[in-house]
């Protein structure tokens, strides 16, 4: 897969320069398959020129979309956006909430639920389509004139999270992954996902998980990365959203940065709106400047302490606390404001005596969030084996 795959030039928008091709993707049941994508390169660029590039994966009820493409050209991106189920966008495929797309000829498996074609081989699962299309997306990417090869990155949102989640062990060639809402631990209670493998038989469950699941290849990932989702996503809840992020910081403590923001929903707009993923990527591959980097965090005598390290200034910090964590989604985060010392770069506040979870956001001149891990306030557990 870290070949070039042969490329089916369909289209090219003169304008815009956004190419519509097909691609060579994985065998499925004895027959080739296609993978339809949009690519585009950055102009004018020079044969002695080359820019950064970045693999866009979508999520259910997606496709390859082009407006998140020329987002990502028009920031000075090579950019590749791929479909991973058998489908090509329809006319003016901004329509980003619709549930089905044309399909082709050439495609392999449409995704079935969650794992629901566990009971398949493994070549002919929607999975193993998805992640091979994704890594002979970055093969192909590489091989076109004007892009760095090594600076390019991936992001994806919701589905195409977790395949960047997973993905980000993977491909050794990357050099930062971002993923949107998706995330490892699909297998823990809490979710549909966890749902779905509970319906399974244990055995099948379990060999799932340690094919699919990003917690399988969290720890082999070498690269930065970006987790970014909202305090109560109905399908990926903060706890295994920040189970996942911590097994990459306790692996590569440096590289990894978290990002939730309060209230927001789930779709590939707002998704798309979080500057803090364009940022990121900028910081790795422009050397622009880096979202805060949180330093150390102390929790004890009932207070917690930031210390963070940021090259723009930092101008507000909050604490987000919760009393009734039994349901993440619905969980009410309470917002209270922290105090900063600038001088130096400390956040500190007085934790609620009724609270039980917490996060400490931190916010830069340029609006970007950087977020503390998510943390269970140890003095109310303490109180109530007292009592």
Known sequence: MFEVPRLYPVSEDQHTGVHACFYEGVSYKGRATRIFAYYGIPRPVSPYEVVPAVILV?????????????????????????????????????????????????????????????????????????????????SLLRSFQGVDKQCIGITGISWGGIITSLVAGLDTRLSFAMPVYGCGYLHEPGSYYGLSFASMPEAEAERIRLLWDPSTYLSESRLPMLWLNGSNDTHFPLSIFNKSYEQHLECHPNNSRLSLHPGLGHSYKEAWACEEVFAFADSIVKVKPALIEICEEKHEDGWFVVRYDSCLPVLEANLYWCVDDHNWRTARWESIPASLDRANCKAFIRLPQHGSLFFMNLRNEKGWITSTRVMKNERIAENKIKE
């Open 58 to 138: 979508h999520g259910g009820a997606g496709t390859a979309f082009s407006s998140w493409l020329k987002e990502w050209m028009a920031r000075g991106y090579a950019a590749i956006a791929v479909d991973l189920e058998g489908h090509v966008p329809f006319g003016d495929e901004e329509h980003t909430e619709r549930m089905e797309w044309p399909s082709h000829s050439w495609s392999g498996p449409e995704k079935q639920g969650v794992f629901a074609d566990y009971e398949q081989p493994v070549e002919d699962q929607w999975m193993y389509h998805a992640v091979a299309a994704v890594i002979l997306a970055h």
